[in-house]
């Protein structure tokens, strides 16, 4: 005996629901596109100045610094990371660079408010800042302090890093060892 069947569902069209669900996809992923800020996943939009009273400074390391809640880092300098290049204190011995680049940079934030330039942002999204400590260029400090070499994106500082390389200061004191694929000016 063979079973009758009394509703039999109706034929879709099977070929346009594929297509439907293509073009829905398409329009939600260009309306995301447009509607959502362009810096969503940044810390550090263009174009904006950052300042910080004294009390709200904090030097991260020898190009970071914390402004209240906000983290930047000097824009148009190089300093080695912790643990990557060797230099010397004024007394001969010797000193982590990475150390001496955050002592010297705390020297020159102290009890200073902090203002600073923000001009896009690192790899790490980072904001990039050129900052300064009442009329004092921090980056420029650094460079003429020789802690820091000038960045390739800043060949403009360059010139600051003869003063510290004659005087042996810093990155130059003799006996001072660079880090590994550092720019050749060593």
């Not at 509607?35 to 020898?62: C, I, K, M, T, Y």
């Not at 403009?156 to 660079?178: K, S």
């Amino acid at each position: 005996m063979r079973r009758r069947r009394i509703f039999r569902p109706a034929p879709g069209p099977r070929r346009w629901g594929a297509l439907a669900v293509c073009c829905g996809a398409l329009a939600c992923s260009l309306v995301v596109a447009t509607a959502l800020p362009g810096n969503l996943f940044g810390s550090a939009p263009r174009d904006q100045r950052w300042a910080a009273a004294a009390p709200e400074v904090r030097v991260l390391d020898g190009d970071a610094l914390r402004l209240g809640d906000r983290v930047l880092r000097l824009a148009g300098i190089t300093v080695p990371d912790r643990g990557q290049a060797q230099c010397r204190d004024a007394a001969g011995a010797p000193l982590d660079c990475a150390a001496g680049a955050a002592a010297a940079l705390s020297r020159l934030v102290e009890g200073w408010p902090i203002d600073c330039q923000i001009q896009g942002q690192d790899r790490h999204g980072r904001a990039l800042g050129i900052c300064r400590a009442g009329e004092l260029d921090l980056s420029a400090a650094l460079i003429g302090a020789g802690w820091a070499l000038a960045g390739p994106d800043n060949p403009a500082l360059m010139p600051l890093e003869t003063v510290p390389r004659l005087a042996g200061q810093g990155l130059w004191a003799p006996g001072a060892a660079p880090p590994g694929g550092w720019p050749g000016r060593f």
